[in-house]
């Protein structure tokens, strides 16, 4: 049986109602808030609990904007990615990555980001992602220029976070980059073992 959210590492599925307490615990970690949108207030237990349940009701049907658990192929949560900013009449889209800290640098993000591109290049017909990374974010702006996304364009003083603005920069790939990386991903093993994104 062939599952083509899986890959040699990781696969990618649907959140489940008890994964909230993994989602609850990350939530203390200010850095990662902080690398991924903000850092805000505080939440309960019943407020993240509610939020998976609601998530888990997302099918699919009304809107390719999805939430993706990372999970090594043992059945260990080790991140999550989101498919956002959907447009398919104009076939492009965005997404959001993160990975738990005791599972970066393994080569989950690279797979879990592969996964995803595949998927919505190859299955739903989509011809442009567009990641936006915060310009103090080291390990993302690596990450997605060893992938080969190219940078399209940097916007000033965007984002206010530890008492400084940061400039947001936005990497692109098309569908025939992906296909040119996809081949060479597939042959090269190594390739996985860099710097990952928070």
Not at 107 to 121: D, K, Q, S, W
Request: with cysteine.
């Amino acid at each position: 049986m062939t599952n083509i959210f899986a890959g040699k590492k990781v696969r990618l599925r649907a959140i489940e109602t008890e994964d909230w307490p993994t989602h609850f615990a990350w939530n203390d970690d200010s850095e990662a808030a902080r690398n991924s949108y903000h850092i805000p207030f505080p939440e309960s237990s019943t407020a993240v609990k509610t939020w998976a349940e609601n998530t888990t009701k997302n099918t699919g049907e009304t809107s390719d904007n999805y939430h993706l658990q990372i999970e090594t192929l043992d059945g260990v949560l080790v991140g999550s990615i989101n498919s956002h900013s959907t447009n398919p009449r104009a076939g492009t889209f965005g997404y959001g990555l993160a990975i738990l800290p005791d599972h970066q640098r393994k080569g989950y993000a690279t797979e879990a980001v592969f996964l995803l591109l595949r998927y919505f290049f190859h299955e739903l017909r989509y011809q442009k992602c567009t990641v936006q990374v915060y310009s103090f974010n080291a390990s993302s702006l690596k990450l997605h220029e060893r992938m080969g996304f190219q940078q399209e364009g940097r916007l000033r003083r965007m984002v206010y976070t530890d008492g400084q603005f940061h400039d947001v920069i936005y990497f692109g790939i098309t569908r025939e980059e992906f296909e040119d990386l996809h081949i060479k991903h597939a042959n090269d093993d190594t390739s996985s073992t860099d710097a990952e994104a928070e």
